[in-house]
């Protein structure tokens, strides 16, 4: 995504983890966080959510 702010142009990423189901709330966390980091390192712009501890489904990718 690309802001025009005055004379200079702001490029913005977005990386998004997501957990659905987890034991208690710092469980859902820690897998959600689990989820961005694979987010991130498979290029950004990217949504995943965690299913297991080996894997996570990304829901959409997308790239400016």
Do not use: Q, W
Not at 15 to 27: L, Q
Request: aromatic residues 8%; proline residues 2%.
């Amino acid at each position: 995504l690309e802001i025009p702010i005055e004379d200079k142009k702001l490029h913005v990423t977005i990386s998004v983890g997501i957990c659905f189901k987890a034991k208690n709330f710092e469980d859902c966390v820690k897998k959600a966080d689990m989820a961005l980091y694979k987010a991130k390192s498979m290029g950004r712009n990217r949504v995943e959510v965690y299913e297991d501890e080996t894997n996570t489904k990304t829901v959409n990718a997308y790239s400016c």
